[in-house]
């Protein structure tokens, strides 16, 4: 009888099912260190990789790598590229690989929770286990609380028509975006362009509709331009609305489109991995790093050397000359930023108050290397109206640009200031940020312990504040938490 209460360690279990639990991509790159260091079942190789990895985890860390989406769709030489910029560190690379992937989607936090945080013009979306939330400026409807609302002080749940658990959010000046885990696309505010996908437009849209043309179309991200919107399919396919003056809707003429249709040249050449939108231009990174541009040329946006409207998508030729493989961009107003599978940045467009970071204020009119920043290992690029933001892979947080009421974070510089080269934000120091998304006047965080944090203009409560004007220092938004929201995302 005693030996059958004996309890059982890991120790116990057999190796197979030891890689098994390791492998089953339930774990982060963080987890499998915390492993590696409280027990030698996970330090030690057991004999079973000689040479080629050292402990189990490292074994476990090479499996995942291995089926991540973004490195498997790497060629080998990329592959052994982003190897050796981690140090020969299996751990490391699937540490950049989560990240990349949080930074974009959904961070989960070490609390457990599910979170995305998205700058507006003047107001803030939140993601927090998959109900979503609004504060700031309600502009024709963009907060999705009513027509009775002008303005949420606090963020505050926003209803949909029935049960629905958001994945992904955009936001742009006057109108808002949503998918839900099911794939259905929903957008509310001013749908006078057609920007929000329905044909419906003698009055602003006050709460989340389902945008009918996509029914029946999966989709897993959206990205909300000035007047036109972008969504992308679970099948890597691209689709439009919204106004068509300068060709931002790829569709290789410019006629507007009311509701969604599919970028057909996009669906002969590649499959679709990531989305951006800039003011009147869009951008669509490929699963096999090609990016491609199309809309208004103004400010070089475009990454082709000319300010000329490309009506349909055009693939930015100095990335496949050199071989740059593209993760992940950010389209600012006046310019945009890209990261590669090296974790290295590339800056384009223009230059006014550093928003590129090369130390001055001249346009680049292709992507341009940010050096400064080459020995570190960015997970996120964020780009708004004139300042940029660079996460780095171990938490920390780096600014250039336009200071634009203490919306760069450098509490030590005037409101109004330049900073011309990425600095680091010392005021974030004390935190592990895993997320973080920059509006007009204002920039939000979300750390990996799961607080949101916010520094900038307050004057429209798109920090999540009664009493602030503003905030030069990192300051704590709290969350509204209600009973019948809570009950509405549980059901």
């Known amino acids: 009888m005693g030996d059958r209460l004996k309890s059982s360690t890991m120790d116990d279990l057999p190796l197979h099912l030891i890689l098994e639990i390791l492998t089953s991509g339930r774990l982060s790159a963080a987890d499998l260190v915390c492993l590696e260091l409280t027990s030698r079942t996970f330090w030690g190789s057991h004999g079973l990789f000689p040479e080629k990895f050292p402990s189990l985890v490292d074994f476990a860390a090479f499996r995942l790598c291995g089926s991540h989406p973004i490195y498997s769709s790497l060629r080998s030489n990329a592959q052994s590229e982003l190897y050796n910029r981690c140090n020969g560190n299996w751990k490391r690379v699937l540490r950049f690989l989560q990240s990349v992937e949080q930074s974009s989607h959904m961070v989960e936090t070490a609390a457990g929770n599910q979170m995305q945080i998205k700058s507006g013009r003047y107001h803030t ?238 346009d680049k009119t292709t992507p341009a290397h940010l050096i400064s920043l080459r020995s570190h290992l960015a997970v996120q690029v964020c780009a708004s109206k004139r300042k940029t933001f660079v996460l780095l892979d171990n938490g920390s947080v780096y600014g250039f640009g336009w200071m634009g009421f203490g919306s760069l974070g450098f509490p030590d510089r005037g409101v109004s200031d330049k900073v011309l080269k990425p600095r680091v934000l010392d005021s974030l120091r004390g935190h592990h940020i895993s997320q973080v998304s920059t509006g007009l006047y204002h920039t939000v965080v979300v750390t990996n312990q799961g607080q949101v944090l916010g520094f900038g203009d307050n004057e429209r409560a798109q920090l999540g504040h009664d009493t602030l004007r503003g905030c030069l220092e990192p300051t704590e938004i709290f969350i509204e938490e209600t009973e019948d929201n809570a009950q509405q995302y549980n059901r």
Not at 267 to 292: H, K, M, N, R, W
Request: with cysteine.
């Open 125 to 362: 979306l939140l993601i927090n286990d998959f109900g979503v939330y609004s504060c700031g400026s309600s502009l024709c409807g963009v907060l999705g609380h009513g027509p009775e609302t002008t303005q949420c002080v606090a963020f505050k749940p926003i209803s949909f028509p029935y049960p629905a658990q958001v994945i992904q959010v955009s936001a742009s000046h006057n109108h808002a975006a949503f998918v839900t885990q099911s794939g259905e696309a929903f957008t509310c505010g001013d749908n006078s362009s057609f920007c929000c996908g329905h044909r419906e437009t003698s009055r602003p849209i006050f709460r989340p509709k389902l945008v009918e043309a996509l029914k029946n179309i999966p989709c897993k991200q959206v990205a909300a331009g000035l007047s036109f919107t972008m969504f992308l399919t679970r099948h890597g396919l691209v689709y439009t609305c919204g106004l068509n003056a300068h060709g931002q809707l790829g569709h290789g003429d410019t006629q507007d489109r009311p509701t969604p249709q599919k970028v057909e040249l996009l669906e002969c050449i590649a499959s679709v991995v990531q989305i951006a939108a800039g003011p009147s231009y869009g951008l669509a990174v490929a699963d096999d790093g090609t990016l491609f541009s199309f809309g208004s040329g103004t400010n070089f946006c475009l990454g082709h050397g000319e300010q000329h409207n490309e009506l349909q998508p055009r693939a930015i030729l100095s990335f496949k000359r050199k071989g740059t493989h593209v993760v992940r961009v950010s389209a600012g107003d006046e310019h945009v930023v890209a990261l590669d599978s090296n974790g290295h940045v590339y800056t384009w467009g223009k230059g006014y108050c550093g928003a590129l970071g090369h130390g001055d204020e001249i």
